[in-house]
């Protein structure tokens, strides 16, 4: 299912990051994101609310 919030997400195992576009167009990538977290977050039917949920404000982030 698409989301209203994130436009694309993609993760970099080795480095634990998750790169996060949003439909706004911002580019933010979160640090020490575990993988089971990405692996919960692509088979969540609500992209953006289990961001909201899991990973916004518990990760640090920088923006792209």
Do not use: C, W
């Not at 480095?15 to 576009?21: E, G, T």
């Not at 088979?43 to 609310?49: D, H, L, N, V, Y």
């Not at 961001?51 to 916004?56: A, E, G, K, L, S």
């Amino acid at each position: 299912m698409p989301s209203t919030v994130i436009r694309t997400f993609a993760y970099d195992p080795a480095a634990h990051r998750l790169d996060v576009q949003f439909v706004s167009g911002l580019r933010y990538a979160y640090l020490d994101v575990p993988e089971d977290e990405v692996a919960a977050l692509h088979r969540a039917a609500s992209k953006g609310g289990f961001f909201n949920r899991r990973i916004r404000n518990r990760y640090r982030f920088v923006r792209r």
